[in-house]
């Protein structure tokens, strides 16, 4: 990859963002690790197979490097088991996103193979998809903040993100988890809203809609901020070697 690696796009077509299904955190990264190196304007190389190092694991998301290794061989183990479920109005489907791994014993490195019926979501993408820097979501450390930073960029234009209860669940692959909504606040909502708040660029809010008494959808506004850069200012005091750190919380 590049040097520039966390400025590249992930881009896939809207019914795949859409889509049903539940990762891991690593397995999140190692798959925007693969869906970066395409060209979504373009069909799939002919070989269908993308590698990932743990270096750029490692780099990228800030991983120990001393468990990278066992990080990646774990996370493409278990994205090879799991399935994705998409409804794009005209066909229900059911598939999984790859269709094998390799692991390179002691080089450090695994490439995948993307599903044919994952191919259609990720290639020659015209219209309806959308696409997200791997910076902008590189420090997030929950599943659910990113799967909610990636319903909100869908509606950037509008900056309002309105669905129903169950189907935001479904989507989430947590449909059968945390029948009480107090949990689901706690457990979901609140961690996504605190954690987009502290480390990316978009400041969040979530609200209930009602049918009755029952918590029918869930609308969520936001709006982008310039995102804060800690910087770290010294300057010299009145006796020799005094040093104070000043933080500037805002860029330039």
């Not at 994705?84 to 193979?113: A, C, I, P, S």
């Not at 929950?142 to 930073?149: E, M, Q």
């Amino acid at each position: 990859m590049r040097k520039e690696s966390k400025d590249l796009l992930v881009t896939r077509h809207n019914s795949l963002i859409e889509g049903c299904y539940k990762l891991s955190l690593d397995e999140q990264r190692l798959l925007y690790l693969c869906i970066m190196q395409l060209d979504p304007r373009k069909p799939l190389p002919k070989d269908n197979c993308f590698t990932v190092t743990a270096n750029d694991f490692s780099s990228i998301f800030k991983v120990d490097s001393t468990n990278v290794y066992r990080q990646l061989e774990q996370a493409s183990k278990e994205l090879a088991e799991r399935w994705v479920r998409t409804n794009d109005g005209k066909y229900k489907e059911q598939f999984r996103w790859v269709f094998g791994m390799r692991y390179h014993e002691n080089e450090g490195k695994v490439t995948l193979g993307f599903s044919p019926w994952v191919v259609p979501y990720l290639t020659s993408l015209y219209k309806q998809f959308t696409s997200i820097k791997i910076s902008q979501v590189s420090d997030l450390r929950s599943v659910y903040s990113i799967r909610l930073f990636e319903f909100l960029m869908q509606f950037k234009s509008t900056g309002k993100f309105i669905i129903e209860l169950e189907k935001f669940k479904l989507r989430l692959g947590i449909e059968n988890e945390y029948k009480r909504f107090p949990d689901f606040k706690k457990r979901v909502i609140d961690i996504a809203l605190k954690e987009l708040k502290e480390k990316s660029n978009l400041m969040v809010d979530c609200k209930k809609i009602l049918e009755g008494r029952k918590i029918k959808q869930l609308e969520f506004t936001f709006y982008e901020v310039e995102k804060k850069e800690t910087k770290k200012i010294v300057r010299k005091g009145n006796k020799k070697g005094e040093e104070q750190f000043a933080l500037n919380l805002q860029n330039g």
